[in-house]
């Protein structure tokens, strides 16, 4: 059974900083592409950013600079260092895992970024 837990949310105030983890079980999880993705009220689901098996990144432009995305293969987990948040971050944070065929969510973690 695939399970991809996220944990580290919550409310933050404008300037901030957030640690998200997603802990994978049931995955070959080192040959999985990882990603956060994040869905704000009335909008559409988008790539945060995204960490290949070699390490390689990418990351939306409106988080560049401010979040850093990595991974341990040795805990099967995935990281999202959030810093400077903004309140246009405000969103239900998702974890993914792809390897075609395979396409892998969790069940989100709220961030809310509010003075």
């Known amino acids: 059974q695939v399970q991809l837990v996220e944990s580290g949310g919550g409310l933050v105030q404008p300037g901030g900083s957030l640690r998200l983890s997603c802990a994978a079980s049931?995955?070959?999880?080192?040959?999985?592409?990882m990603g956060w993705y994040r869905q704000a009220p009335g909008k559409q689901r988008e790539l945060v950013a995204r960490?290949?098996?070699?390490?390689?990144?990418i990351y939306a432009d409106s988080v560049k600079g401010r979040f850093t995305i990595s991974r341990d293969n040795a805990k099967n987990t995935v990281y999202l260092q959030m810093n400077s948040l903004k309140p246009e971050d405000t969103a239900i944070y998702y974890c993914?895992?792809?390897?075609?065929?395979?396409?892998?969510w969790g069940q989100g973690t709220q961030v809310t970024v509010s003075s």
């Open positions: 960490i290949q098996s070699s390490g390689l990144t």
């Open positions: 993914n895992a792809f390897r075609f065929p395979d396409d892998y």
């Open positions: 049931g995955i070959g999880f080192s040959t999985y592409l």
